[in-house]
């Protein structure tokens, strides 16, 4: 398949997301919990980086960063905020168990909590995803896209954000714990060039062992054909589809 010229992912209404949360949460916290890793503590890099630009932009009166694996973990983070009203952004790819379960367990307790649905379900999230794409691909012409998520081994088939990104966009998708998995995906592929990208907020292991193991298999048979377009967690925009979760919830 070909691309559509990039499109930024923001429309007007995103944008003036934005702008409410510049004027409305002067007084608010606003925290992001992540999976974080027991295996690799620089995990959270890129949430780390994303609370950074959106702390510098003056957007909240605090920002923070709390993980369900590794430190500070989200109740210390939340701890650090004080009384304060905080704005809770899972940085989650899908709205599942983590994100309706372990979240808010993990915050048990904490008094003044208004929860945003994770980044991931953000509609803007398919432009993202596009314009990441059509930047690493630019003049290589037409290729075949797969969109490699997660899934769930104990609940396989049930729609997710990736699904409705993917169809937005009209690429396959792929899991690493239900069907189809990427070599079902890249078998279908019908161009010589074929790009993956990964479908991950972090940097635990998923990024950095299981998924490049499949391509580096899957790259014995395609060959340079294959291209490894990394993972949507580290694009800089991730930065304003925080801010506008919690904006549009302001309605």
């Given at each position: 398949?070909t691309l559509a010229?990039?499109r930024h ?13 510049r004027?409305?949460?002067?007084n ?9 890793s ?7 890099r ?18 923070a960063?709390?993980?369900?694996n590794g430190?500070?973990s989200?109740a210390?983070?939340?701890a650090?905020l004080?009384?304060?009203?905080s704005?809770?952004?899972p940085f ?5 168990y983590f994100?309706?379960v372990?979240?808010?367990?993990a915050?048990?307790g ?10 991931g379900?953000h509609?803007?999230?398919a432009?993202?995803i ?17 969109l ?7 609940s ?5 954000a990736?699904?409705d ?8 998708v ?6 189809p998995?990427?070599?079902?995906a890249?078998a279908e ?10 479908i991950?907020a972090?940097?635990g292991g998923?990024?950095?062992d299981?998924?490049?193991a499949?391509i580096v ?7 340079e ?5 990394g993972s949507?967690?580290?694009e ?5 589809l925080?801010?506008e979760q ?5 309605g």
């Open positions: 398949m010229p990039a992912p923001r429309n007007k209404s995103a944008d003036d997301g934005i702008g409410r949360a004027r409305f949460f002067p608010d916290a606003l925290l992001l919990i992540a999976h974080g027991a295996r690799y503590p620089d995990a959270g890129t949430v780390l980086a994303h609370a950074e630009t959106i702390r510098a932009q003056g957007h909240f009166a605090e920002v960063v709390g993980f369900l430190a500070p989200a210390e983070a939340l650090g004080g009384t304060r009203t704005h809770v952004v989650f790819i899908e709205d599942g994100t309706r372990a979240v808010p367990k915050l048990d904490g008094a003044n909590l208004r929860f945003h649905p994770p980044i379900t509609p803007g999230m432009g993202l596009e314009n990441r794409i059509a930047r690493l691909l630019a003049g290589r012409g037409p290729a075949d896209i797969v490699v998520g997660h899934g769930s081994a104990k396989p088939g049930r729609r997710m990736l699904h990104h993917a169809e937005r966009l009209g690429v396959r792929a899991f690493l714990e239900e069907t998995f990427l070599a079902d890249l592929a019908k161009n010589p060039l074929v790009a993956v990208l990964g991950f972090g940097e998923h990024v950095r299981d998924l490049p499949l298999a899957a790259r014995e048979r395609l060959g054909g294959l291209l490894d377009l949507i967690g580290d800089p925009g991730m930065a304003d925080i801010l919690v904006a549009r919830a302001k």
